[in-house]
């Protein structure tokens, strides 16, 4: 399986954006997939992390902005980014939870101007 992020852009403060992950085979057996962000300077970080069983977790810092949705039929993974805010500006990154070396993608970069 690779994953391909994609639907970053730049947007304004209190916007919103929607990020897919698409993948190249099924992720129905895939227990535990996430999204992960890295800003310039700053390590990668888990910030939202979703079951096969639909359950779900958030970073505090994003905790009732972001909201993480897996379509196990469309094989795709969403992240919808509402009030967005300058800090979370960063490359986004979707992968399995923990991630595997080798699903790590390109990303997809998330530029939210003040």
């Known amino acids: 399986v690779q994953l391909q992020a994609s639907g970053g852009g730049l947007v304004q403060a209190g916007g919103s954006l929607r990020l897919s992950c698409a993948a190249s085979?099924?992720?129905?057996?895939?227990?535990?997939t996430g999204w992960y962000r890295q800003a310039p300077g700053k390590q990668r970080d888990l910030v939202a992390v979703?079951?096969?069983?639909?359950?779900?977790d958030y970073a505090a810092s994003v905790k009732g902005r972001f909201t993480i949705s897996r379509d196990n039929a469309k094989n795709t993974l969403y992240l919808q980014m509402n009030s967005l805010k300058p800090e979370d500006t960063a490359v986004y990154y979707c992968?399995?939870?923990?991630?595997?070396?080798?699903?790590w993608g390109q990303g997809t970069l998330v530029t939210v101007s003040s």
């Open positions: 992968n399995t939870v923990p991630p595997r070396f080798v699903l």
């Open positions: 085979g099924s992720i129905r057996t895939i227990k535990s």
């Open positions: 979703t079951s096969s069983a639909g359950a779900t």
